[in-house]
C-alpha cells in the first residue's frame, strides 16, 4: 500500500466546505496533511452526528470515507491544518503548544469545524508521536456521544477508524483517528497565545472573529460600556459557569482543566482521563497524572474561574479597562451557583425555587459522601422511589440509615411533591440511569482490542438516551465492579 496521500485524488462523499478559519491567515495555523495509516477499518459511526454536518449517514460504510476519515486520502474541498495555541498547564504557563494531533480538515456548509483527531505529526507535536490509541479514542467518542445525550454542550463524534498500526504508550497498542466535529475548535490558550507573544492585531482578529460567528450579540451591547470585548468574556463565563454547573450536577469529572481544553464556546472538549464518580467522592481525582489533585472533582468550578481569569489576562489589551474585565468576570460568580441550584433542584423534582433548597441539597450532598453512595444509582432510585412512594431502596444505599431518614422526612414533606407523578417525570428526565462509567469503557476496550465491537455499539446505543430504561440493560445501570475502582486513567492517549 502506498502511504503516502496522493494530491491528486480525492475524496468526494458529498460535503461542502468552508474556510472560515482558514481565512484568519498563516499567523493562526500551519497548512499540512494527515499522515496515512496502513488497513484501516471501521469502529464505530454515528448517524446522528453525520445527519448533524449534513452528511448521508450511508457514506459512513464506504471505503472513501474510511480512508478520507483515516486521513488517507483528502475530502474534496478540505484545506486540512493544524492550529497554533498556548496555555496553563496544571496552573503554570506551558508556552506554545497546538494542534500536535489534531488536524482540521475546515467547517461543513451547516458550520461545524471537522478534526481528525490521531491523524498523524504537526509543527506543534513536541515530543509526541501526533497518534491517539484505540482505547482512548473509544473513550473520546463514548463520552462525546454520552455527554450529548446528558444534554451537556460537548464537541460531537462522528466516527472512529482504527488501524494495526502501531503506536507506542507504556506499552505498544494499535492507532486509532476520532472524527471530531463541534462549532468551534477554539480554546482560551488560542487567545492567550497571541497575548503571550505581543501579537495584539492577531489577538484582535481572533476576538473579532468569534464574536462576529458565535457571539454577535456582544456587539452593540449596552451593558459594559458597549465594550464588545468585555461582554465576550462576560458571555465566555456565562456559558463556562453553565458547563460547570452541569458537569458537578451529573457528577463528571474532566480530569485536565489545563486552559488548552476550555472552548471558548463553553462545550466540553478534549476527553482524557474523565470519569463519571461512582461513588460520591468530592474531593476524587480521576486523572492519575494529577498528584496534586487539581482538579479534582469539587475543585472543577474554582479552576474553571481561575481559567477564566486566564482568559481576562488576554484579552486585557483589547478590553482595555481592568474594571470591565473584573465586572464580565463576575457574572461567573453568579451564573454558576445559579445554574447549580437550577441542576440540584431538578434533580431533586422541585418545580419551583424555595429558600430552604440549599440546605436541602447541601444535606443530601454530605450524606452522599459520608456514606460514600454510588451518585447515580442513588439520583435515578429516588427519581422512581418519588414515583412509586416507596423508599426503601433507596434507604438501603446508605450505612446510617437514620440520617437518611431525618433527610427525607424534611424532603418529603415537600408541598411541591404533591404531585408525585409531575416531580417523578422532572427527575427521570434529569437523573440518567445510565453513564459513562470507567469499567463500561474499559469493558467495551478490551472487546474491541479483540476486533469486537458490539459492546461498544452497546453502550453508545444506551448512552445516546441515558434516561430511557434501555429494558435488558440493567447490567450497565448497576454498581461498579470491585475491579473498576483499579483502573487507572492517566494522561496517556
Ligand atoms: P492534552 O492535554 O491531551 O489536551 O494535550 C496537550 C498538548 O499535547 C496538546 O497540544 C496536544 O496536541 C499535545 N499532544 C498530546 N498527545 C500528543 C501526541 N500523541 N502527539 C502529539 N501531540 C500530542
Ligand atoms: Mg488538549
Given at each position: 500500500m502506498n502511504l503516502s496521500v496522493d494530491s491528486d485524488t480525492s475524496a468526494d462523499i458529498g460535503l461542502a466546505w468552508n474556510h472560515g478559519f482558514a481565512a484568519l491567515g498563516p499567523d493562526f495555523y500551519t497548512e499540512l496533511r494527515p499522515t496515512p495509516l496502513p488497513s484501516p477499518h471501521w469502529v464505530g459511526t454515528s448517524a446522528d452526528v453525520a445527519r448533524l454536518i449534513g452528511l448521508d449517514p450511508a457514506e459512513l460504510q464506504r471505503d472513501e470515507a474510511l480512508q478520507a476519515f483515516t486521513g488517507n486520502t483528502l475530502l474534496t474541498g478540505s484545506r486540512p491544518l493544524a492550529s497554533v495555541y498556548s496555555g496553563h498547564q496544571f496552573g503554570v504557563w506551558a508556552g506554545q503548544l497546538g494542534d500536535g494531533r489534531a488536524i482540521l480538515l475546515g467547517e461543513t456548509a451547516s458550520g461545524y469545524e471537522v478534526q481528525l483527531k490521531g491523524a498523524g505529526r504537526t509543527p506543534y507535536s513536541r515530543m509526541g508521536d501526533g497518534r491517539a490509541v484505540l482505547r482512548s479514542s473509544i473513550r473520546e467518542f463514548l463520552c462525546s456521544e454520552a455527554m450529548h445525550g446528558l444534554g451537556i454542550p460537548t464537541s460531537r463524534a462522528l466516527c472512529i477508524t482504527g488501524s494495526p498500526g502501531p503506536v507506542r504508550r507504556e506499552e505498544v497498542e494499535t492507532a486509532a483517528v476520532v472524527t471530531r466535529v463541534a462549532p468551534s475548535f477554539v480554546r482560551f490558550g488560542h487567545f492567550e497565545h497571541f497575548a503571550a507573544n505581543g501579537l495584539e492585531a492577531q489577538l484582535k482578529q481572533l476576538a473579532d472573529y468569534v464574536i462576529d460567528r458565535y457571539y454577535p450579540e456582544c456587539r452593540g451591547t449596552t451593558e459594559l460600556d458597549g465594550n464588545a470585548y468585555a461582554a465576550l468574556l462576560q458571555a465566555v463565563s456565562e456559558r463556562t459557569a453553565r458547563l460547570m454547573a452541569q458537569w458537578q450536577a451529573v457528577g463528571f469529572c474532566h480530569g485536565v482543566m489545563n486552559t488548552d481544553n476550555m472552548s471558548i464556546l463553553g462545550l466540553t472538549i478534549d476527553y482524557g482521563p474523565f470519569q463519571f464518580l461512582d461513588a460520591f467522592i468530592p474531593g476524587h481525582i480521576c486523572n492519575h497524572s494529577d498528584t496534586q489533585g487539581r482538579y479534582a472533582y469539587n475543585r472543577q468550578p474554582n479552576v474553571a474561574y481561575w481559567n477564566m481569569f486566564c482568559l481576562a489576562q488576554a484579552l486585557m489589551p483589547l478590553i482595555g479597562d481592568e474594571e470591565l474585565a473584573r465586572a464580565a468576570l463576575e457574572s461567573y460568580k453568579a451564573v454558576f451557583p445559579q445554574e447549580f441550584m437550577a441542576r440540584m433542584r431538578a434533580k431533586l423534582g422541585l418545580a419551583s425555587p424555595r429558600e430552604q433548597d440549599g440546605e436541602l441539597i447541601d444535606a443530601i450532598l454530605l450524606l452522599l459522601a459520608r456514606n460514600g453512595v454510588d451518585y447515580t444509582i442513588f439520583w435515578r432510585r429516588l427519581s422512581h422511589a418519588v414515583g412509586n412512594s416507596d423508599f426503601e431502596p433507596v434507604r438501603?444505599?446508605?450505612?446510617d440509615r437514620e440520617a437518611f431518614d431525618a433527610w427525607l422526612l424534611s424532603y418529603s414533606e415537600l408541598p411541591v411533591l404533591d404531585n408525585q407523578a409531575l416531580a417523578a417525570n422532572l427527575m427521570l428526565k434529569t437523573n440518567p440511569k445510565f453513564v459513562l462509567r470507567n469499567h463500561l469503557g474499559e469493558q467495551a476496550i478490551r472487546a474491541a482490542k479483540l476486533g469486537d465491537f458490539s459492546e461498544f455499539q452497546t453502550l453508545q446505543r444506551l448512552l445516546e438516551r441515558p434516561f430511557d430504561e434501555h429494558p435488558g440493560h440493567d447490567a450497565y445501570a448497576a454498581f461498579p465492579p470491585d475491579w473498576a475502582s483499579s483502573i487507572e486513567i492517566s494522561c496517556s492517549s
Amino acid at each position: 500500500m502506498n502511504l503516502s496521500v496522493d494530491s491528486d485524488t480525492s475524496a468526494d462523499i458529498g460535503l461542502a466546505w468552508n474556510h472560515g478559519f482558514a481565512a484568519l491567515g498563516p499567523d493562526f495555523y500551519t497548512e499540512l496533511r494527515p499522515t496515512p495509516l496502513p488497513s484501516p477499518h471501521w469502529v464505530g459511526t454515528s448517524a446522528d452526528v453525520a445527519r448533524l454536518i449534513g452528511l448521508d449517514p450511508a457514506e459512513l460504510q464506504r471505503d472513501e470515507a474510511l480512508q478520507a476519515f483515516t486521513g488517507n486520502t483528502l475530502l474534496t474541498g478540505s484545506r486540512p491544518l493544524a492550529s497554533v495555541y498556548s496555555g496553563h498547564q496544571f496552573g503554570v504557563w506551558a508556552g506554545q503548544l497546538g494542534d500536535g494531533r489534531a488536524i482540521l480538515l475546515g467547517e461543513t456548509a451547516s458550520g461545524y469545524e471537522v478534526q481528525l483527531k490521531g491523524a498523524g505529526r504537526t509543527p506543534y507535536s513536541r515530543m509526541g508521536d501526533g497518534r491517539a490509541v484505540l482505547r482512548s479514542s473509544i473513550r473520546e467518542f463514548l463520552c462525546s456521544e454520552a455527554m450529548h445525550g446528558l444534554g451537556i454542550p460537548t464537541s460531537r463524534a462522528l466516527c472512529i477508524t482504527g488501524s494495526p498500526g502501531p503506536v507506542r504508550r507504556e506499552e505498544v497498542e494499535t492507532a486509532a483517528v476520532v472524527t471530531r466535529v463541534a462549532p468551534s475548535f477554539v480554546r482560551f490558550g488560542h487567545f492567550e497565545h497571541f497575548a503571550a507573544n505581543g501579537l495584539e492585531a492577531q489577538l484582535k482578529q481572533l476576538a473579532d472573529y468569534v464574536i462576529d460567528r458565535y457571539y454577535p450579540e456582544c456587539r452593540g451591547t449596552t451593558e459594559l460600556d458597549g465594550n464588545a470585548y468585555a461582554a465576550l468574556l462576560q458571555a465566555v463565563s456565562e456559558r463556562t459557569a453553565r458547563l460547570m454547573a452541569q458537569w458537578q450536577a451529573v457528577g463528571f469529572c474532566h480530569g485536565v482543566m489545563n486552559t488548552d481544553n476550555m472552548s471558548i464556546l463553553g462545550l466540553t472538549i478534549d476527553y482524557g482521563p474523565f470519569q463519571f464518580l461512582d461513588a460520591f467522592i468530592p474531593g476524587h481525582i480521576c486523572n492519575h497524572s494529577d498528584t496534586q489533585g487539581r482538579y479534582a472533582y469539587n475543585r472543577q468550578p474554582n479552576v474553571a474561574y481561575w481559567n477564566m481569569f486566564c482568559l481576562a489576562q488576554a484579552l486585557m489589551p483589547l478590553i482595555g479597562d481592568e474594571e470591565l474585565a473584573r465586572a464580565a468576570l463576575e457574572s461567573y460568580k453568579a451564573v454558576f451557583p445559579q445554574e447549580f441550584m437550577a441542576r440540584m433542584r431538578a434533580k431533586l423534582g422541585l418545580a419551583s425555587p424555595r429558600e430552604q433548597d440549599g440546605e436541602l441539597i447541601d444535606a443530601i450532598l454530605l450524606l452522599l459522601a459520608r456514606n460514600g453512595v454510588d451518585y447515580t444509582i442513588f439520583w435515578r432510585r429516588l427519581s422512581h422511589a418519588v414515583g412509586n412512594s416507596d423508599f426503601e431502596p433507596v434507604r438501603d444505599l446508605f450505612a446510617d440509615r437514620e440520617a437518611f431518614d431525618a433527610w427525607l422526612l424534611s424532603y418529603s414533606e415537600l408541598p411541591v411533591l404533591d404531585n408525585q407523578a409531575l416531580a417523578a417525570n422532572l427527575m427521570l428526565k434529569t437523573n440518567p440511569k445510565f453513564v459513562l462509567r470507567n469499567h463500561l469503557g474499559e469493558q467495551a476496550i478490551r472487546a474491541a482490542k479483540l476486533g469486537d465491537f458490539s459492546e461498544f455499539q452497546t453502550l453508545q446505543r444506551l448512552l445516546e438516551r441515558p434516561f430511557d430504561e434501555h429494558p435488558g440493560h440493567d447490567a450497565y445501570a448497576a454498581f461498579p465492579p470491585d475491579w473498576a475502582s483499579s483502573i487507572e486513567i492517566s494522561c496517556s492517549s
